[in-house]
Nanobody, 122 residues
Framework: QVQLVESGGGLVQAGGSLRLSCAASGRTFSNYAMGWFRQAPGKEREFVAAITGSGGTPYYADSVRGRFTIARYNVKNGVYLQMNSLKPEDTAVYYC???????????????WGQGTQVTVSS
């Protein structure tokens, strides 16, 4: 059974930092893209960041580029999201996804975690 388990969410003040982690089990994602999405209350889920399997190339949404960093760990079967300079508009449930595909600028994943809440206070 494939599982993606996120951790590291919480409450932080604007300008602060958090690091989210996602650990995968049940299959290896080392050759597949992994990434992060988020969903704020009343909004659709949106792409945040992705990292490819082979070359480890990162991709970011414009809204987080320069503030967030994605990286793989644990022989590439886990993924971090380092979030700096957090803003209240970053408040959302953050989801880890594995085996991502991309069509143009649209990303989607085949395996998903349960999500972790990130709340940024002003």
């Amino acid at each position: 059974q494939v599982q993606l388990v996120e951790s590291g969410g919480g409450l932080v003040q604007a300008g602060g930092s958090l690091r989210l982690s996602c650990a995968a089990s049940g299959r290896t994602f080392s050759n597949y893209a992994m990434g992060w999405f988020r969903q704020a209350p009343g909004k659709e889920r949106e792409f945040v960041a992705a990292i490819t399997g082979s070359g480890g190339t990162p991709y970011y949404a414009d809204s987080v580029r320069g503030r967030f960093t994605i990286a793989r760990y644990n022989v590439k079967n886990g993924v971090y999201l380092q979030m700096n300079s957090l803003k209240p508009e970053d408040t959302a449930v953050y989801y880890c996804a594995g085996d991502l595909t991309r069509i143009g600028s649209y990303w989607n994943g085949r395996s998903w975690g349960q999500g972790t809440q990130v709340t940024v206070s002003s």
